[in-house]
């Protein structure tokens, strides 16, 4: 009988060890659920004392929320800052999709928050003045490079304290959704915004060719989409109020049925402005590419850049000019808006 007891107790002493390694290796569900890594590199923000105050304090909110969520880990300051110089960052809000994965690399991130915030006296009319405060929330995918939410949130009052306090009110009772949907996008598998399923499934199946350099070989026997008009994209009221200068780029396909197909934000602005040049892309009207007399779908980057002007050369509904009478290789040009460069 004693050999059988030794067993037993060699079988107790064995299960003993695989549920306590079992309970080691296996994470808990608050591991589990802190293992998205964000990083706040901060606001842009003119360096009057009001503005550093009300970048501040949205700061400070988003810190105590995104401290506070278990779902959460918060990259430590001092990372974000070493990192940041490392790299070279010059505090641009406009990235394209490769700075933001470098940015989001350098740091070791998931998901970072940046944006602008700024707060202003205005004056609407003779004789009445009031303080204006904004802030302009941008959370990047860094696995992705894409701006995957935006938020604008203003307020106007008759006192600066007012309005910053207002500001810091909506942003501290919006985080917990900000949170909520950065943990959507990571659930969805980090598809980018601009990138639909029927859009993505089209794409895989017809054969799209990029707009070929202009001394290829394989410029011969291609002809560029001719463009029969010209859109100019809308510049928002969100821009506007922020004085936002900014270049949006997009990766068009142009189908050989003279349909716009897939539209891809490679570098974004936020504000607006990324489906501002979405929306005019969508109404450009055109003849197909062809290769050896053939319609073709071709792949081209589009660029508009936006600033806010105060043109009086150029009064509000102005006629855009003309498309040029020969098609032009590089399709930039083509939609080069009316506001002057950045």
């Known amino acids: 009988m004693e050999p059988r007891r030794s067993a037993l107790r060699c079988c107790v002493v064995v299960s003993s ?6 309970c080691a290796i296996a994470p808990t569900a ?38 506070s969520d278990p779902r959460v880990l918060l990259v430590d300051d001092s990372i974000v800052r070493s990192a940041l110089r490392g790299l070279g960052y010059d505090g641009s809000i406009n990235m394209n999709r490769d700075e933001a994965r470098r940015v989001g690399s350098a740091i070791g991130c998931d998901f970072f928050i940046t944006g602008k ?34 938020d604008f949130i203003s307020s106007k009052a008759n006192a600066k304290e007012a309005a910053i306090n207002a ?20 659930a969805t598998g980090n598809i980018p915004a601009s990138a639909s399923a029927p859009n993505a499934t089209r794409a895989a199946v017809d054969f799209i060719e990029d707009l070929p350099d202009e001394d290829s070989p394989r410029a011969a026997g ?17 821009a506007e109020q922020a004085d936002i200068t900014a270049t949006v780029e997009a990766m068009v396909v142009f189908r050989s049925n003279g349909q716009t197909g897939p539209i891809e934000i490679t570098r974004w602005a936020g504000f607006g402005l990324d489906q501002s040049a979405a929306a005019t892309i969508r109404q450009l009207k055109f003849s197909p590419a062809l290769r050896d007399g053939n319609p073709i779908n071709v792949r081209a980057l589009i660029r508009y850049n936006f600033r806010r002007l105060n043109d009086v050369s150029q009064p509000p509904g102005a006629p855009v ?15 080069k808006p009316t506001y002057r460069r950045p």
Request: net charge positive.
């Open 17 to 22: 060890v695989v549920v306590w390694l079992a």
């Open 167 to 186: 500001i810091e009110k909506a942003v501290s009772d919006r985080a917990r959704g900000y949170i909520d949907q950065i943990v959507q996008i990571r």
């Open 117 to 150: 915030v700024e707060i202003l006296t205005r004056s609407e009319r003779k004789g009445e003045s009031h303080e204006e405060a904004f802030g302009g929330v941008m959370i990047v995918n860094a696995r992705t490079g894409d701006l995957t939410v935006f």
């Open 30 to 67: 608050g591991s589990q659920q802190a293992s998205l890594r964000v990083a706040l590199i901060g606001f842009v923000h003119a360096q009057s004392r009001d503005s550093v105050a009300l970048s501040n304090k949205l700061e400070g909110r988003l810190k105590d929320s995104l401290g």
């Open 321 to 335: 000019p003309e498309p040029p009478a020969k098609p032009e290789r590089d399709l930039r040009p083509i939609f």
């Open 222 to 238: 291609f002809k560029p989409p001719e463009f029969l008009t010209r859109v100019k994209p809308s510049y928002t009221p969100e």
